[in-house]
């Protein structure tokens, strides 16, 4: 790695103080000029005012290149977790020119895009990112359900009926495939967005865990905007709002809980209609549409639902620090 041969931590306190000499350089004249004024004037109230604008001036000076906010803790946290983002979309489209041009067959379209996926975004934490997974907490399991209730709920609403079908879909080996396949997808999609970027966000926000599950659920969300390349956008938008409101339950459960195999299993149960859509109509996706109405009230529904989700997430977040080194 970069760490081996540079001493990261000189570069930037070279550059800090580059910054800081820069700024100094534009900044004194004007300080000077404000206390020769107060000289001139002499009088309490006037020295008062400029005496309180120039102490303004130098601690907004000092917390711009010596605070918290600094470029080593941007590029730790919050820009890594964008940089990141967008290299989950381009391992995405590259994986895709893959499977075009190797003419993959379809069942095996969607396993090779997550596992390629997955094994990208493991090597980019492994050498990169280094931020430790908790994969299993076995602690007090009937309280991990406990806050895991409200994301059981709205899973469970939506695998009862899907599981229905399934259960009078006669059994072919397809069937298994596929049901690998949706565990693939939720170890990946979590693995990706709650195991690795919502700490990377926490990095950038350690006191406020709910700002970091909110920014990781709104980039989940909005990856399923790449949908619209084959469904239409009055399918995909309900859908990017119900992608954040269940990436919501899944991160504060995983940062409450500090166990991502339970968002993991919440999540292929949330996915057991792509199989559904796999078996029944494996070569079309037109079934999978919205007219302007109906997808203007199930958006409704979804944002209502993504508010209740938060409010969940604030209370479950309440003294939680979010693992991030």
Known sequence: MGGDFLDWQRVIAGLKSALATAFW?????????LVTTADNLNKPFSHLMLN????????????????????????????LAIILFIYVIALFFIAALLIHYTKMPTRWVGIFQDAFV????????????????????????????????PAIIVVGLLATANLAQIVHLPFSVLMVLYLGYIILVGLTEEYIFRGVLMPL?????????????????????????????????????????????????????????????LPVILHALTDLSVVVQLLQHPNSSANLNFSSEVSMYVSI????????????ASRQLRHVKIQTD
């Open 25 to 33: 350089r534009q900044v004194s004249p004007t300080v000077s000029g």
């Open 52 to 79: 309180y604008a120039i102490l303004r001036l130098l601690t907004w000076g000092n917390y711009l290149l010596l605070g918290e906010c600094s470029m080593r803790k941007f590029f730790r946290g919050f820009g």
């Open 118 to 149: 997955l094994l990208g975004v493991w090597l980019f934490n492994r050498y990169i990112a280094h931020v430790p997974i908790n994969w299993w907490q076995g602690r007090q399991m009937w309280l991990q359900l406990y806050q895991a209730l």
């Open 201 to 261: 966000f926490a990095r950038s926000f350690p006191k406020r865990p709910l700002v970091a599950v909110a920014l990781s659920s709104v980039l989940f969300g909005g990856l399923h905007i790449m949908n619209s390349t084959h469904l239409s956008l009055t399918y995909v938008l309900p859908q990017i709002l119900f992608a954040m409101a269940i990436g919501t339950l899944f991160a504060s459960l995983y940062a409450r809980t500090k166990n991502l195999l």
């Open 301 to 312: 529904f979804y944002g209502t639902l993504l508010i209740v989700a938060i409010g969940v």
